[in-house]
């Protein structure tokens, strides 16, 4: 099921005026914000139909920019977010893309610094809810239900033994896992949903083991 | 877990709890949380609908200048005068559109289910609350009863104007907070079932069409529209009234409906009302013609 609390349907506490273009386009910042894992200095951001339509009375620009920075769907600064970003020397660049997406409300986010980039397709559904449909060109569904723990690795024999090694002698539990690699022996991306938050020393952990690139983690 | 209104419904009845409860174990047990910490994170929200009313009720207006004050102008309307539709439902008209007021202005709201929607559920508990006189803990209980039907709206359909028009909000919006008033004036969990079932038949094909694309127009006056919808609703499920058509089955229509709305009338600001010689002037005015 999509939606697995009734904090989902009651819920989030938010800035206004829109829950799927305001509150769901800040968390589909704040994801790639925590999956970028430091903070950015360029975004261009992509937006699909309804987004790309709408955004501007929607404040889905500034609620994008306000989730690259970090911020909870009620801070009061979000509706400053554009000049916030700009007094960081982040700068971003918002395109409105004509091309067709299963979801109406859909965002294509490319950002980075001076050495690394990530990109990252986020749709909102409804009422604050996003999913995170795609990761640096590998497809995942990610609800955000859950904590998750992302691993990008390289495609070896070995890569996903030891992973689940560490994670079993953490006692960490693994609640649902998808393998997507783009082709043989390339890198691969590893999505593990857990039950319970995972400590930083594990993360660490994982990240020394072999064919092991990179490491990210979403709190749910 | 619950996935129908049949089995929410079901599952109140052989335990004999209401539907609130029903919705409490099943967060406790998805979430592993203790009820305390469940009630607490609901008192929190339940705090933001009653600051938002107040701001309402002191006046707001967005930055467009599109919405605002309406909640004001009703409040010295019933002090003034004898309202025709009665006071209870006025006074829910008045916190539905406040609320969405200051979500316009884009002050702090609670979504329920949605920001565009989030007036009915709150406008009605505070309205209703004059006469019921719930204990806190009721009224926390209000917003676990809403969110249970609203649970399985998501979960079968969809809450959001761009996935499945106004009619999956606001339709959503007043048709949860009929349940919660059944619920609150002392009704079972089948006239819960029946108030909800009344309230989305009543907004079938409701579509979303935003002036400039904003939530402001008409997306507060449908707030007002879905608030004493609920009203009605539940004193008919109240009353004995039943819909022909089951709660679960109102609620495919709707995703059905929602599926064949195109895209133009699902919150893309180009159809319907936006679409209005003064829809059309509005949004030129407010982003240029070029937009």
């Given at each position: 099921?999509?939606y ?13 005026p829109?829950?799927?273009?305001t ?14 894992g ?6 261009k ?17 500034f ?27 982040f700068y971003?660049?918002?395109i ?33 809810k996003?999913?995170i449909t ?13 904590p998750?723990?992302?691993i ?18 953490h ?20 999505v ?26 979403i709190?749910? | ?25 099943q ?12 009630y607490g994170?609901?008192e ?16 707001v207006?967005s ?8 909640a ?9 005068k ?13 916190k ?18 949605t ?7 709150p406008?009605t508990?505070?309205a ?11 009224m ?16 079968n ?20 907070a ?6 609150m004036?002392?009704?079972t ?13 009543n ?47 109102v609620?495919g ?8 709305m195109p895209?133009?009338?699902r ?7 936006a679409?209005?010689?003064?829809g059309?002037f ?10």
């Amino acid at each position: 099921m999509k939606y697995n609390s009734v904090f989902d349907i009651i819920g989030p506490v938010m800035i206004g005026p829109s829950s799927s273009h305001t509150a769901g386009a800040a968390r589909i910042g704040k994801a790639a914000r925590t999956l970028f894992g430091k903070s950015p200095k360029w975004a261009k951001i992509y937006l699909y139909e309804s987004f790309a339509k709408t955004y501007k009375g929607h404040g889905t620009d500034f609620a994008l920019a306000g989730g690259l920075l970090g911020f909870e769907t009620d801070d009061t600064r979000m509706s400053n977010a554009l000049n916030i970003a700009k007094e960081r020397d982040f700068y971003i660049e918002f395109i409105e893309d004509s091309a067709a997406v299963d979801h109406p409300n859909t965002a294509r986010i490319v950002l980075g610094n001076e050495t690394d980039t990530l990109e990252l397709v986020g749709v909102s559904i409804g009422g604050g809810k996003v999913e995170i449909t795609e990761l640096n060109g590998f497809e995942l569904r990610l609800s955000g239900n859950h904590p998750a723990i992302l691993i990008m690795h390289n495609d070896r024999f070995g890569a996903i033994a030891s992973v689940t090694t560490i994670l079993a002698k953490h006692q960490i539990n693994i609640g649902h896992m998808e393998v997507n690699r783009k082709d043989v022996g390339k890198e691969a991306l590893m999505v593990i949903e857990v039950d319970q938050n995972v400590d930083d020393d594990v993360l660490h952990e994982l990240d020394n083991a072999e064919h092991i690139i990179q490491i990210s983690k979403i709190v749910s | 877990m619950f996935r129908t209104v049949k089995e929410l419904v079901e599952i109140a009845e052989n335990e004999n709890i209401l539907i609130s409860e029903v919705m409490i174990r099943q967060e406790m047990e998805v979430k592993e949380k203790t009820r305390e910490e469940i009630y607490g994170e609901m008192e929190k929200n339940l705090q933001v609908m009653e600051n938002a009313i107040e701001d309402a009720l002191k006046g707001v207006e967005s930055v467009t200048g599109l919405t605002g004050g309406d909640a004001v102008l009703i409040q010295n309307y019933m002090k003034e005068k004898t309202p025709l539709s009665g006071n209870l439902l006025l006074d829910a008209v008045s916190k539905a559109m406040g609320t969405n007021e200051v979500n316009a202005a884009m002050g702090t709201i609670c979504a329920t289910p949605t920001a565009g929607s989030a007036g009915c559920v709150p406008g009605t508990l505070f309205a209703v609350k004059n006469q019921l006189h719930p204990t806190r803990e009721q009224m926390i209980r209000y917003l676990f009863t809403a969110g249970a039907f609203g649970f399985v709206v998501a979960n079968n359909a969809f809450i959001s104007g761009a996935a499945g028009g106004c009619q999956a909000e606001v339709g959503s919006a007043g048709a949860m907070a009929s349940a919660a008033i059944v619920e609150m004036a002392g009704g079972t969990p089948q006239q819960s079932a029946e108030a909800f079932a009344m309230t989305l038949k009543n907004m079938l094909g409701l579509v979303c069409d935003p002036v400039a694309g904003l939530v402001e127009v008409p997306c507060v006056k449908r707030n007002a529209g879905g608030s004493s919808l609920a009203i009605v609703s539940a004193d008919m499920a109240l009353a004995g009234v039943t819909s022909r058509i089951p709660c679960d089955e109102v609620i495919g229509a709707m995703y059905r409906i929602g599926k064949q709305m195109p895209s133009s009338l699902r919150e893309t600001g180009e159809g319907g009302l936006a679409d209005t010689p003064t829809g059309r002037f509005l949004k030129d005015k407010l982003f240029g013609i070029t937009s």
